[in-house]
Antibody, heavy 122, light 110 residues
């Protein structure tokens, strides 16, 4: 069974940095791209970043480009999101999501974690 | 990377059918057959309901169906039930490891 568990959320001030982690289990981690999706309080879903299975392919939403870095450690089955220069508008629940599965194309999010809350406020 | 456009809210009585539209551009919805739909209940993670525009994951009720025409995708819920009351989001692949979500639609069962 696929299991995704995010951690690392917290309360920070503007300009600070934070690293989120997503521990994955139940599948061959290195075979699948992974993504981060966030949801500000009371707002909709926003795609943040995706990384290929190998880690060599990445992309970011314009709203975080240059400030956030996605990475993965396939030996530890863990996905990361390094967030720098945090702003109030980065306040959100951050979900990690698996891209595809044996039964689903890579361009789909069939599995999600429970999310971790990041609050940025002065 | 503009969000796909969805109606803010749609409502219907139990047993009725409703349709949620999702309008994008020729760079996302119109260019790829990778539109998916997610259901989200309050405080919960999103759940995949439709993928590749019209395919249903195992375990998802056949009351949910999807379609796409040009730059617009649609989700139809037939035989509306109380448990269908939730927020629904469309999502399209937009190339080179990028995605765009819709603005979200709150479905209310009257």
């Amino acid at each position: 069974e696929v299991h995704l568990v995010e951690s690392g959320g917290g309360f920070l001030q503007p300009g600070e940095s934070l690293r989120l982690s997503c521990a994955a289990s139940g599948f061959t981690f290195s075979s699948h791209a992974m993504s981060w999706v966030r949801q500000a309080p009371g707002k909709g879903l926003e795609w943040v970043s995706t990384i290929s299975g190998s880690g060599f392919g990445t992309n970011y939403a314009d709203s975080v480009k240059g400030r956030f870095t996605i990475s993965r450690d396939n030996s530890k089955n863990t996905l990361y999101l390094e967030m720098n220069s945090l702003r109030a508008e980065d306040t959100a629940v951050y979900y990690c999501a698996k891209c595809g599965d044996d039964d689903y194309p890579d361009y789909t999010f069939p599995y999600w974690g429970q999310g971790t809350l990041v609050t940025v406020s002065s | 990377q503009s969000a796909l456009t969805q109606p803010a809210s749609v409502s219907g009585s139990p047993g009725q059918s409703i349709t949620i539209s999702c309008t994008g551009t020729s760079s996302d919805v119109g260019n790829y057959d990778f539109v998916s739909w997610y259901q989200q209940h309050p405080g919960k993670a999103p759940k995949l309901m439709i993928y590749e525009g019209s395919k249903r994951p195992s375990g998802v009720s056949n009351r949910f169906s999807g379609s796409k025409s040009g730059n617009t995708a649609s989700l139809t819920i037939s035989g509306l039930q109380a448990e269908d009351e939730a927020d629904y989001y469309c999502c399209s692949y937009a190339g080179e490891y990028t995605y765009v979500f819709g603005t979200g639609t709150k479905v209310t069962v009257l």
